[in-house]
């Protein structure tokens, strides 16, 4: 019953101002994703049921990961069939208009994907806050969800995952939970934290992609 | 208590017939993926741990996925010791009867998967239909029931999954599941729809094996 | 309610001596396996995020695959939030300390190491048991409570897992969590037990390190 109520007021993050506005960023962050795996597995070589599966991966990889671990079982994306929908979708857009998807500017492309990133973090941030998880797990449930489907796919490519490698990608995921988590329990109001968490992820994955920023390494490497 | 219940009633799949036969066909598949494991652990040059962990994981892991997915835990497997001593047994015939198994001619060996294959695909898509999963879910379901033992071993053996790489397999599962889940959602009776399930699946692999069949992929790739 | 119960009855495996002691002891396993994680970052030229990742996963990642299949959602590890504070601690300690990391003897480490293995699969195979998973399988969640978080590292790095390599490391967390497993079984007293299969676990592989034991593999390979 708590477990039901619970998933019910989840989609109400934003409630004050539109429910119908969370849900359509949520699906336009699995789709973005969707369509990076799908494009991961064009590149590949990979055939169709590859790019069936690496998107489904990278899209909801992460907020399933995220909800085994909080205990909110079956997950999300398993229980509402229009995440897996709109992951096979994009995964199809990717795999025939592939010639098409990669006339999209690259910058355009990094864009959207710091948004899918930036929400997925918010939102996952926010959910295990609505578990009773510790605030600095919490944090980390919002980073696991950003990044954990790219990371399964990575692996399924048999591939060292990009966030174990290179830049503030994960960071900036941490960054904007950090800021939902915090802002939560200093106990501000939803939205405006919301939007807080998700510009901070959004501007600073964006601003470290420009000026090429990475986390510290160990001289002599 | 209803997890209970649903435990109890789930391996009825085929109780018309008989549940006995379930359970043997349901413990050869258990038994086959084993072998597999164990004779690629032999391949790769382990040692015997690595053939029970490889066994182990192939021939449980799609089942283990599925159950925490849709929240049948503690899975199947770890439930009921005899999963896991099947799975060992399997694993110590294939390493130590390795000459003997390779001298089984291949495409026994590929039919015996194919039906291992096609087993465990139809009875996830029924056991997630039991557990209240979307019917589009379920029959993902009974795919990486099919598929997702091979894939985690592929992983663990830094491999790109074959589910990735070529052919009908995956495919195949999917179907097999599909007949299963839309056959129970037209209130078909339950054991002319398994069987349907199973032969399906197991004839798409059997010929896509004959015939070489393969997925769309990009041209000029 | 039980659940809850369960969980706070859990760190009384040693409780007729102390309960002080086992969680220094747990702690310290994790602290140990964390510095290795680190370690392994440091050496495969990651930033201080992949230290990070690396370390959490080395030290927590059995435990919470053991915890997610036996039912314990959440896993220890995500309720409490010293566990993750301490993996990052020896994350930051191994990646800046690097060099002085360096100079422990590499035998102190393997003892480190062998006595987190020895206590991981101990508390695993007990906390299995304590959730009514069947012996044979709760020994099973031992192993994979002491190799879990070391083999989820070794995938991420894109590496075939120790584990289904080399030497008698996963087979020393099976007979720890064994005699565990048996003298429970037996209702011997806890304490002695536990000293058991950790001293059985500790001294196989210390023995095996010196002996350069290994099992058997086939001829001709």
């Known amino acids: 019953m708590t477990t039901i109520r619970r998933v019910l007021s989840y989609p109400a993050l934003l409630r004050p101002t539109s429910d119908t506005l969370l849900l359509a960023v949520d699906f336009l962050g699995t789709l973005v994703f969707a369509i990076e795996g799908g494009v991961a597995a064009a590149r590949g070589n990979l055939d169709l049921l590859g790019a069936l599966v690496l998107a489904f991966v990278t899209a909801l990889g992460g907020g399933i990961i995220r ?8 997950p999300n ?14 995964a ?20 959207l994907d710091a948004a899918g990133l930036a929400l997925f973090a918010v939102a996952g941030a926010e959910k295990a806050l609505n578990y009773k998880i510790h605030p600095f797990l919490a944090i980390l449930m919002g980073g696991i969800t950003g990044v954990g489907g790219g990371t399964v796919r990575d692996v ?3 591939q060292v995952p990009t966030v174990l490698r290179a830049d503030v990608y994960a960071t900036a ?7 939902v988590v915090i802002g939560l329990r200093l106990k501000l109001p939803r939205t405006p934290v919301a939007i807080c968490g ?18 510290p390494r160990l001289a002599g490497h």
Chains 1, 2, 3 share one sequence.
Do not use: K, Q
Not at 78 to 89: E, L, N, Q, S, T
């Open 173 to 179: 995921a941490l960054a904007g939970a950090a800021v």
């Open 198 to 215: 998700i510009s901070v992820c959004f501007l600073l994955r964006m601003v470290s992609v420009w000026r090429h920023w990475n986390l």
């Open 156 to 158: 399924l490519l048999a």
């Open 67 to 74: 909800d085994v671990l909080i205990g909110a079982i079956p």
């Open 77 to 90: 994306s398993i229980r509402d069939w229009r995440y897996g929908a709109i992951a096979f979708f994009g």
């Open 92 to 111: 199809i857009v990717a795999f025939f208009m592939h010639s098409l998807v990669l006339e999209i500017p690259a910058s355009f492309l990094t864009m």
